[in-house]
């Protein structure tokens, strides 16, 4: 049997066992019908499908209904208008936010074609219906039955298009496309139609990053809005269908059949007479071409800080990300202008920082000031080299390990809570319970608190940790804001070995802590943000801050900070002309103890807290940092230091260096008048010893003279006896 055959067959047979089963299943069925027809009519299950039906119809409207009504359509127009301003510390303005929006302007500085070419083109009927458009709803249906789809789009009018653009995504669905005829209808009823009309036009998208007509004249044609002859608006108009595919710098062939498109609906449309259109058609579009738009880049002259305030609102106040670009809010800061340029200026220097790495990568940094008596942040650099908008930010976003200046934090205020002084005697010893070992390799015995932390040793600090409680540091780190686990609960938590660790954001709100005398606030960047009506929607101008260590802890832990930057590891990054107090840090890579992963330098004075970081975006074997924080990362610390403390009230410290003092937390003043009678004391001593080896000088040298005058007198009597 040939496969043929076969198949014949197999069709036969198909054929008679579905007539058989057809035969006898029939009878089953008929009942099976009878007996859903006299519990459909028994139940009247006709009616509770229609009820259900209407039930969801009426909920879907109950919902609609609410989502246009809790939107602000009032301060649509507003929010439009203006731009997204950013004000600093004083209520100066600092810039703009970039936005979905170009040039804004009034109808009447619109060419009347402009007008004539839209209405012919998205909306004829645009100045009778009331939001929506029955006839371009019913052809949209039509469209999707016929496609199965939503794509295409259509039925829209320019009402329902602005309540999309404005508040909508651009997904064609039922429940994206209901909304919008619900936003439509309450558009309609707090603005007239011109006012609708100059939205719609002020804010619809023209490709190449071009927002509002007037801009597009001047990107495509080189003239205002109000200049454009029929031919060019009519090319305007017809790139709403599709900017990427009929602006005539990039697709002249096809924003040519475009605008003849529109010519002919403006015609049909009783806008423009046929021999017009005829002749405009006639004229090359390339002809026309003349690019005369500059966007400006200075509104977003600070793009470090201005991310991070995007971010903020977003993430800490839960705004929209696109209603902070595009609803004309005010938004006060912390921002001091004259420190943020500095910082910037430092940060373009290149020659202050490592060379790249042998493929290019760049070493990346970032630095962080704040305000210690409010947490506010005055500058930010969030990334070396060329900026991205809203790019990663690694003065706020990233998570590194601290390094050794977490020991402050988590070590060193606990121990100082509970009795220490800075003149308390550490052991700097190995230890049996964590493998450890100071950075030179070495250990003398015993040291002083003071002096442990400006050498920034490693055994005395996870052995202090030992005494007080590894519970009572990892307490007191969290109180200063750091964000730990319980995986960081182990003694490497004294060096800063983190599970994720700490931006330098964190670590900056931290050290403020010691600034301003014991109280942790919040970092922020954002005081106040204000609507475009005027309603105020954050307000964050009254920070409430925590106490986390008494005065006299601060007070002592700034002394023994001040050791740092006068002998210890900080020397070298001391700024020029400053007395700062801090602490430096450096991490190992995972996979070469020598090698270097993240260099961290802290310093503080009363007036301003700055946290800087250096490393590269992903360590590996061909990327690492030489040397250590004192001789890198210090160097940019200093130059970033030198550049924006001149813009800080220059208080001085209420405490000396504990190195001055031999450990006593005392007043400059105390430290100076002890320093005076110190020195009086060695002058006395001087000259008491100085006096007393006078006088056994004296005494040596008269018994030797008069050895001598009796050696001399013997020497002559016995010549004379001779001579007799």
């Not at 008679?16 to 007996?35: A, N």
């Amino acid at each position: 049997m040939n496969v043929k055959q076969f198949l014949a067959a197999l069709w036969q047979a198909l054929k008679t066992y579905s007539k058989r089963f057809w035969l006898w299943g029939k009878p089953y069925l008929h009942q099976l019908h009878l007996w859903r027809k006299r519990i459909w009519k028994k139940y009247h299950l006709h009616k509770v499908f229609l009820l259900v039906a209407l039930v969801c119809l009426l909920c879907v409207s109950v919902y609609l209904f609410y989502v246009a009504k809790t939107t602000n359509v009032s301060e649509l127009e507003s929010g439009l208008k203006e731009s997204t301003m950013i004000y600093d510390t004083d209520g100066e303005s600092a810039g703009k936010l970039y936005a979905q929006k170009g040039t804004y302007i009034d109808l009447d500085d619109m060419s009347p074609a402009l007008i004539d070419a839209v209405i012919s083109t998205e909306d004829r009927n645009f100045y009778t219906h009331h939001g929506f458009d029955i006839k371009g709803i019913a052809r949209a249906a039509v469209r999707m039955v016929i496609n199965r789809s939503t794509e295409g789009g259509g039925g829209s009018t320019i009402t329902q298009q602005l309540a999309k653009n404005a508040y909508l995504t651009l997904d064609q669905t039922f429940t994206r496309k209901a909304k919008e005829i619900f936003l439509a209808v309450e558009i309609e009823k707090n603005y007239s139609k011109d006012e609708i009309l100059t939205m719609y036009l002020n804010t619809s998208y023209f490709g190449n990053g071009v927002w509002g007509v007037q801009d597009a004249a001047n990107k495509y044609f080189g003239v205002n809005a109000s200049e454009l002859t029929v031919g060019e608006a009519a090319t305007l108009i017809g790139m709403l269908k599709g900017p990427s595919i009929y602006n005539p710098i990039d697709h002249l062939k096809n924003a040519t059949n475009r605008r003849d498109t529109v010519l002919q609906l403006m015609v049909d449309n009783n806008k423009l007479s046929a021999s017009d259109a005829k002749v405009q058609a006639n004229v090359s579009l390339d002809s026309l071409l003349n690019d005369t738009y500059q966007a400006s880049s200075d509104n977003y002259q600070y793009p470090s800080y201005f991310d991070a305030v995007i971010n903020e609102a977003v993430d800490e106040y839960g705004l929209d990300a696109d209603d902070i670009m595009n609803r004309g809010y005010k938004i006060y800061t912390t921002l001091d202008q004259d420190q943020q340029k500095a910082m910037q200026e430092t940060y373009a220097v290149d020659g202050y920082f490592p060379e790249n790495a042998s493929d290019g990568a760049i070493v990346q940094s970032a630095t962080v000031a704040i305000n210690p008596s409010n947490g506010g942040v005055t500058a930010l650099v969030g990334r070396r080299g060329e900026s991205v908008f809203r790019g990663f930010n690694f003065a706020t976003q990233m998570k590194r390990s601290p390094g050794s200046t977490i020991k402050p934090l988590a070590v060193y205020a606990p121990a100082l809570e509970k009795g220490y002084t800075p003149a308390s005697v550490l052991q700097d010893s190995p230890l049996s319970y964590y493998d450890a070992q100071n950075y030179s390799g070495t250990y003398s015995g015993e040291v002083p608190m003071y002096q442990a932390v400006a050498q920034s040793l490693n055994l005395p600090a996870v052995w202090l940790l030992h005494e007080i409680g590894l519970e009572t540091g990892f307490n007191k780190a969290k109180e200063f804001g750091l964000s730990l686990t319980d995986e960081d609960k182990y003694w490497g938590l004294a060096l800063g070995g983190l599970q994720y660790g700490e931006s330098p954001l964190t670590m900056a709100a931290a050290y403020s802590v010691f600034a301003n005398g014991g109280t942790y606030y919040q970092p922020h960047l954002i005081t106040k943000i204000v609507d475009s009506t005027g309603a105020v929607i954050v307000d964050n101008t009254e920070v409430k801050g925590k106490r986390v260590v008494s005065q006299k802890v601060a007070t002592a832990m700034t002394s023994i900070l001040l050791g740092t930057y006068s002998h210890g590891t900080g020397v070298l990054a001391d700024p020029y002309g400053y007395t700062v107090a801090g602490k430096t840090g450096t991490t190992e890579t995972g996979f070469d103890a020598t090698k270097v992963n993240d260099q961290w330098v802290i310093g503080y004075t009363p007036d301003l807290v700055m946290a800087t970081w250096l490393g590269f975006e992903k360590t590996s074997a061909e990327h690492y940092l030489h040397g250590t924080s004192e001789t890198v990362a210090g160097l940019i610390f200093k130059k970033v230091a030198e550049s924006v403390l001149p813009y800080t009230k220059g208080t001085s410290f209420e405490v000396a260096d504990a190195y001055d003092t031999g450990g006593k937390v005392l007043t400059p003043e105390e430290a100076k008048e002890q320093s005076g009678e110190s020195t009086d004391n060695n002058w006395q001593k001087g000259l008491d010893d100085f006096t007393e080896k006078a006088k056994e000088g004296l005494t040596d040298f008269g018994n030797t003279v008069k050895e001598k005058s009796k050696e001399l007198w013997n020497n002559l009597w016995g010549k004379i006896q001779e001579n007799q």
